[in-house]
């Protein structure tokens, strides 16, 4: 009999039955959110994606002073290029003129 008022009840404030069980869901949760456990649970959480973090931006700033490196010394490696080009080109000149002076004399 008791059971037959509660289901009763229960079918004809749905309304209110679920508005009852939202505030008890939050309360719930509140305290939940509050306990100490939570709270060091998300603390380490919060810590390890702050380390995650700090670590890929060291590895960003390692790759990215390898990359200036490596473009410093193709850098380099042209301009020896360039230099040797332009030695070996004043060396021809200094010979062809050295033969035209020859053949003029």
């Known amino acids: ?11 004809e404030h749905k309304a209110a039955l679920i508005f009852a069980a939202g505030i008890a869901t939050a309360v719930v949760g509140k305290k ?3 306990s100490d456990v939570v709270k060091e649970a998300t603390t380490n959480a919060v810590a390890g994606v702050m380390t995650v973090k700090k ?18 010394e193709e850098e380099c490696e042209e301009e020896k290029v360039e230099i040797e ?21």
Do not use: F, N
Request: a negative charge; charged letters at 50%; proline letters at 0%.
């Open 32 to 34: 939940i959110l509050e």
């Open 1 to 11: 009999m008791v059971h037959r008022k509660i289901v009763g009840y229960a079918t």
């Open 55 to 72: 670590d890929a931006e060291d590895k960003v700033e390692e790759i990215r002073q390898d990359a200036e490196a490596l473009a410093c």
């Open 85 to 105: 080009v332009e030695e070996v080109e004043e060396k021809e000149e200094k010979k062809t003129s050295k033969k035209s002076k020859k053949s003029r004399k």
